[in-house]
């Protein structure tokens, strides 16, 4: 079955630490998000994609970045971990098509020390 | 900017009954209106979605309602069970703009057996 996967779950780093975040999906989707989930907050976009080599910045976008060399892969890159990114991080992805329904992976726990 | 608010915050009701969760979102272009369920631990899932040019859909237990007039929407849930217990988040987006995907905070659904 197709599915969409994020490594690792859990992550504790420092501050001033690059740190990446895995996301993979099988579904063969041109679309690719990253969202963080802070309580109040909801879901913020941070990083999306249309397809590869193609990359665009989210409503939270600072401090973040994203490479697409890959239908498959969307990496999300911390490129210096602060505490104000502590957060759970969701990576989702949809077909593009008419059927806009976003498909979630499990997310990623982060702390920031 | 565009926003989407999403009331109550926390719900509480008893199994059998019924629980209602509203919307309002402020981007008078957005089409799409997809609900998402997330257990504990996990990503969210769509449960039932709408697009403008429908009023009312139903699916088993689950429907949802849109006005589009006054710009909300609104999740009805009958004879509730202790597995509905979740956060819910509603969100308002253009078809093929999966970029302008915004969020509710989320309802934190408490069903009492």
């Known amino acids: 079955d197709a599915e969409i996967t994020q490594s690792p779950r859990h992550k504790i780093t420092e501050t001033g630490r690059q740190v990446t975040l895995a996301c993979h999906q099988t579904w063969n989707h041109n679309n690719m998000f990253w969202y963080r989930q802070d309580l109040g907050h909801g879901l913020r976009l941070i990083h999306y994609s249309y397809g590869v080599h193609d990359t665009n910045k989210g409503e939270v976008s600072d401090g973040y970045s994203v490479s697409r060399s890959n239908t498959e892969d969307l990496p999300l890159t911390l490129e210096s971990a602060a505490s104000s990114q502590t957060s759970v991080y969701f990576c989702?992805?949809?077909?593009?098509?008419?059927?806009?329904?976003?498909?979630f992976g499990p997310g990623t726990r982060l702390l920031v020390l | 900017g565009e926003n989407v608010e999403q009331h109550p915050s926390t719900l509480s009701v008893q199994e059998g009954d019924s629980a209602v969760i509203k919307c309002t979102y402020s981007?008078?272009?957005?089409?799409?209106f997809p609900w998402y369920k997330q257990e504990l631990g996990k990503g969210p899932q769509l449960i039932i979605d709408i697009r403008s040019n429908v009023g009312e859909k139903k699916d088993q237990r689950i429907a949802v309602t849109l006005n589009k007039t006054a710009k909300h929407f609104s999740l009805h849930i009958t004879e509730t069970q202790p597995e509905d217990s979740a956060v819910y988040f509603c969100?308002?987006?253009?078809?093929?703009?999966?970029?302008?995907?915004?969020f509710g905070a989320g309802t934190r659904l408490f069903v009492k057996a």
């Open positions: 989702a992805s949809s077909s593009g098509g008419r059927e806009e329904t976003q498909y």
């Open positions: 981007d008078s272009a957005s089409n799409y």
């Open positions: 969100a308002a987006s253009l078809i093929h703009g999966g970029f302008k995907t915004i």
